[in-house]
């Protein structure tokens, strides 16, 4: 494993700081605000494998990373309990 994914919390409660501001805040999921696309989480640096990775791989992510965050990329979100095996 050469990268891990950060959460970062402050899109979701900038999310809902902002309804209550407004006025409007009412019980919902903010979750979402915690998608890539909404800057909420991220790959990790690759620290010291930086150079240990092939630049055609981290083009790769970046194309990616990139692809999610103007939303022509959409992961999939499976929410379901995992089933012990």
């Known amino acids: 494993m050469v ?3 950060l959460w970062d919390f402050a899109p979701t409660l900038n999310k809902a700081i902002e309804a209550v ?3 409007s805040f009412k019980a919902e999921n903010y979750g979402i605000y915690s998608s890539m696309k909404d800057g ?3 790959l ?3 620290g010291t494998f930086e150079d240990k990775i092939p630049a ?3 083009a790769l992510v970046e194309e ?3 692809a999610i965050k103007d939303g022509s990329f959409t992961v999939a979100i499976d929410d379901a ?4 095996s």
């Open 21 to 23: 501001k407004a006025g």
């Open 64 to 66: 990616r990373t990139a």
């Open 44 to 46: 990790a640096p690759y």
């Open 40 to 42: 909420g989480c991220m």
């Open 81 to 84: 309990e995992p089933k012990a």
């Open 3 to 5: 990268a891990s994914a």
């Open 56 to 58: 055609e791989v981290k």
